[in-house]
């Protein structure tokens, strides 16, 4: 049994993947690489199969169903998650596993320092109040709610109850934090340009989508 899972999403993420999994071949325990791959057609799937990791493919075109299924393939003692884009720094693993170590249930980062040309004032600004809404409604402060980088013990992934299958599932996993009996913090985490130059996917409409999903859980 590997000591960490690292569990990577990806949909045409040619850019980034390889360099990425080099870069987390490098930390320090024993680890297994999982790519959940959502019909990438430039060339993802054959760079990852390239670097002899573990590649899923997913039928289902979203994040929260590849996240789904890379939990259920992972087999450590510690899971964590990072969209494969480059944007989050790979040494933030290490801290995350520290913190896991202590005895936490999940930790999350938070992408409290942005590098410039990292994120529009527009994904701010959403995610700030998507954050202070998921903050309000849930009674349990998070001041990023949107992150992508998270940790969790194995043990407590059959008590998280997720059935988003696209950009919600960030909120799902917190709702279900949040409602639950294990501990868990966000620690501040660098974030990084993407390598492309190119802004966050999420747009409006999936802000949208985020802000009725954390209020229709609330409600029902």
């Not at 045409?12 to 791959?37: H, R, T, Y």
């Not at 954050?131 to 009674?139: D, E, F, N």
């Amino acid at each position: 049994m590997p000591e960490v899972s690292i569990v990577l999403p990806t949909r045409n993420e040619a850019q980034a993947v390889g360099s990425l999994i080099d870069e987390i071949k490098l930390l320090p325990f024993d680890k297994e690489i999982i790519v959940v791959d959502c019909k990438s057609t430039d060339g993802t799937r054959e760079i990852v199969l390239s670097k002899g990791v573990i590649l899923i493919d997913d039928g289902e075109r979203g994040k929260g169903a590849a996240l789904i299924r890379g939990f259920k393939e992972a087999s450590g003692r510690y899971i964590v998650t990072l969209d494969a884009d480059g944007t989050y720094p790979v040494g933030e693993v290490v801290r995350i596993v520290t913190f896991l170590k202590l005895g936490l249930g999940a930790v999350l980062g938070w992408r409290r320092y942005k590098e410039r040309n990292s994120m529009f004032w527009v994904h701010r600004l959403g995610n700030y109040l998507l954050s202070l809404l998921a903050s309000t409604l849930y009674l349990h402060s998070i001041h990023d709610i949107n992150t992508g980088m998270k940790g969790f013990r194995s043990s407590i992934l059959p008590n998280l109850k997720l059935s988003s299958k696209d950009f919600t599932i960030e909120a799902d996993i917190f709702i279900n934090l949040a409602e639950g009996p294990d501990a868990f913090v966000e620690i501040p985490i660098r974030y990084l340009p993407r390598l492309d130059g190119s802004q966050p996917k999420l747009n409006m409409w999936d802000g949208f989508k985020i802000g009725w999903f954390l209020v229709k859980r609330r409600v029902s």
